[in-house]
């Protein structure tokens, strides 16, 4: 699993996205986003957002990176997505 971790892009954004389509008209497939809109978390598409703030119960809910560090070896993101785009944008 250590492998698919060097397959990710970082990328730091100035500002937040407003909603999902900024965020889809400006990222590129297989983007996954930590915190980064101001709208709800989610899949659409072949990109992925997670936040704890936005439409969630944060007392009840895992930190972003939680979220995604769980998709990924647990759900298999990366591997599904790498078999489309390398390296993944984060």
Known sequence: MKHL?????LRVVSARF???????????????GLEVMDDAPGHIGH???????AGV?????????VQAYLAVPQGRLMQ???QHRRPVPV
Not at 47 to 53: E, G, I, M, S, T
Request: hydrophobic letters at 40%; glycine letters at 2%; one cysteine or more.
């Open 5 to 9: 971790y060097q397959c990710i892009e």
């Open 47 to 53: 990109r992925v957002h997670f936040d704890h703030h």
């Open 57 to 65: 119960i944060r007392e009840v809910t895992m930190s972003a990176a």
């Open 80 to 82: 599904k997505w790498l």
């Open 18 to 32: 407003g909603n999902w389509s900024q965020f889809i008209r400006e990222t590129p497939d297989y983007a996954i």
